[in-house]
């Protein structure tokens, strides 16, 4: 039995002496705890712990959850949103991380405006190419943020990006660079005035993703311990990959 409380306490404190070894103030990093596949008990426990945002993958899961924590959190969908659950998303989410197509984002608007709220978004980009992963190319972000910009119940917060399985967390610097390097350039370029949320990080590599500039890490199995397993193709414990 993993203790979420020490585990929180050992992500936080990793967090911050990431940031500052890199002279960032660690107030800049928000943790999100990735709690697909973890129960309410769990969830509670960790906001014990002082967790305040939780990311969650799947609509129907984490509609149940949401109901049942009575507890003033945050929850940021960080999985695949297919365009017919987007009045669900609306209702339930203060943020959709994982925006990856026009469609997607007029549906949510058109959805976010019906009852009324405004809804926060990323744009995710795919850097590494890999078919099993969402989002949308560097190019297609561009145009993507330009739409979302004309949306009147979307606000576009950032990008949010997942690089491939890596065993050596230094192999996932370089996507975590051209995430900030993108972002940058969306300032650069007067296409959103910033600042950027950049969400970029997991248990095994956030620390190298706060060194590049994130400033949302997204940890599941460091605070809950490892998911139930079934096999998929890219390695990930619980369909993780999304397909
Ligand atoms: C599950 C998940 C995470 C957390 O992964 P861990 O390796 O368990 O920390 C982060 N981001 C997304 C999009 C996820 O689906």
Redesign the pocket.
């Known amino acids: 039995m993993v203790s979420i409380r020490e585990n929180v306490l050992r992500v936080r404190e990793a967090i911050q002496k990431a940031a500052q070894g890199v002279g960032r103030k660690p107030d800049e990093i928000r943790l999100?705890a990735?709690s697909?596949t973890v129960d309410v008990d769990r969830i509670r426990a960790a906001i014990e712990a002082g967790i305040t945002i939780f990311?969650e993958?799947y609509v129907q899961e984490a509609r149940k959850k949401i109901e049942a924590i009575e507890k003033p959190v945050l929850w940021h969908f960080?999985?695949h949103l297919q365009s017919n659950k987007a009045k669900y998303a609306v209702k339930l989410f203060e943020m959709v991380?994982?925006v990856d197509s026009i469609g997607l984002a007029e549906e949510l608007n058109r959805r976010a405006e019906r009852v009324d709220r405004k809804i926060k978004v990323l744009v995710e980009v795919n850097l590494s190419g890999e078919s099993s992963k969402w989002g949308v190319t560097e190019e297609g972000s561009v145009s993507l943020i330009c739409r979302i910009n004309e949306l009147e119940n979307l606000r576009f917060r950032g990008l949010?990006t997942?690089p491939p399985?890596f065993d050596d967390p230094e192999e996932s610097r370089p996507y975590f660079v051209r995430l900030w390097k993108l972002g940058k350039r969306v300032v650069d370029e007067k296409i959103h005035p910033g600042p950027l949320e950049l969400?970029m990080?997991?248990?095994?590599d956030?620390l190298v993703a706060i060194q590049e500039g994130a400033t949302l890490v997204?940890?599941?199995?460091?605070?809950?311990g490892?998911?139930p397993s079934t096999d998929t193709a890219d390695g990930?414990?619980?369909g993780?990959e999304?397909s």
């Not at 990080?201 to 095994?204: K, P, T």
């Not at 997204?218 to 809950?224: E, H, L, S, W």
């Open positions: 999100v990735a697909k990311g993958n960080i999985g991380q994982s949010m997942m399985y969400s990080g997991m248990s095994n956030f997204r940890v599941g199995t460091a605070i809950f490892a998911r990930y414990p619980d993780f999304r």
